[in-house]
């Protein structure tokens, strides 16, 4: 099994920034992608940003500019910078896992991170 520990989520005002982290740990060979998705009351989950096995990165149109994604291969952790943020940023921020135990590749989630920016 693989689990997945998100750190990094709070308060903030409009125009502050945050930074997210989330580390993999348990029985992974390989890290493919790596992501980042967010889920605001009664709205459905969205992907924020992501970054490849190579280091390309995707973006939401409504980010870029603001976040950065970024991965450490050697502590299987997943970072988002989130600078310049807005009152519409706020959700529940998911980290997404690509991985594989070299039979399979599955699909692993955080269980969630709280980021609220208040105007």
């Known amino acids: 099994q693989v689990q997945l520990v998100e750190s990094g989520g709070g308060l903030v005002q409009a125009g502050g920034s945050l930074r997210l982290s989330c580390a993999a740990s348990?029985?992974?060979?390989?890290?493919?992608?790596m992501g980042w998705y967010r889920q605001a009351p009664g709205k459905q989950r969205e992907l924020v940003a992501s970054i490849n096995g190579g280091g390309g990165t995707n973006y939401a149109d409504s980010v870029k500019g603001r976040f950065t994604i970024s991965r450490d291969n050697s502590k299987n952790t997943v970072y988002l910078q989130m600078n310049s943020l807005k009152p519409e940023d706020t959700a529940v921020y998911y980290c997404?896992?690509?991985?594989?135990?070299?039979?399979?590749?599955?699909?692993?989630w955080g269980q969630g991170t709280q980021v609220t920016v208040s105007s």
């Open positions: 997404n896992v690509k991985h594989t135990n070299g039979i399979s590749f599955r699909d692993s």
């Open positions: 348990g029985s992974i060979f390989s890290i493919n992608t």
